[in-house]
């Protein structure tokens, strides 16, 4: 079974930086890209970012380009999102998961960014 544990979320201000990290089990872990997901309040769950088994290639949400930054290390079955120059609308959950991904969810990390 799919298992997703995102963690380092927290307040910040506007200009600040944050780093999530998710441990992911149930799957092959370098076998598969993995994503990050966010949901804002009263909004559908956005792509944010992906990065392939390799980590050698990450796609971005336009949203988040040239702020934030996706990596991996497989011998830890680990992603990370590293989120520089923060805006208020970056204020959601954040999640990880698979690509394509599994029906089994995290608890998601929330994100606040106060202006």
């Known amino acids: 079974q799919v298992q997703l544990v995102e963690s380092g979320g927290g307040l910040v201000q506007a200009g600040g930086s944050l780093r999530l990290s998710c441990v992911a089990s149930g799957r092959t872990f370098s076998n598969y890209v993995m994503g990050w997901f966010r949901q804002a309040p009263g909004k559908e769950r956005e792509f944010v970012a992906r990065?392939?088994?390799?980590?050698?290639?990450?796609l971005y949400a336009d949203s988040v380009k040239g702020r934030f930054a996706i990596s991996r290390d497989n011998a830890k079955n680990t992603v990370y999102l590293q989120m520089n120059s923060l805006k208020p609308e970056d204020t959601a959950v954040y999640y990880c998961?698979?690509?394509?991904?599994?029906?089994?969810w995290g608890q998601g990390t929330q994100v606040t960014v106060s202006s």
């Open positions: 990065i392939t088994w390799s980590g050698l290639s990450a």
């Open positions: 998961n698979f690509h394509p991904p599994s029906p089994d």
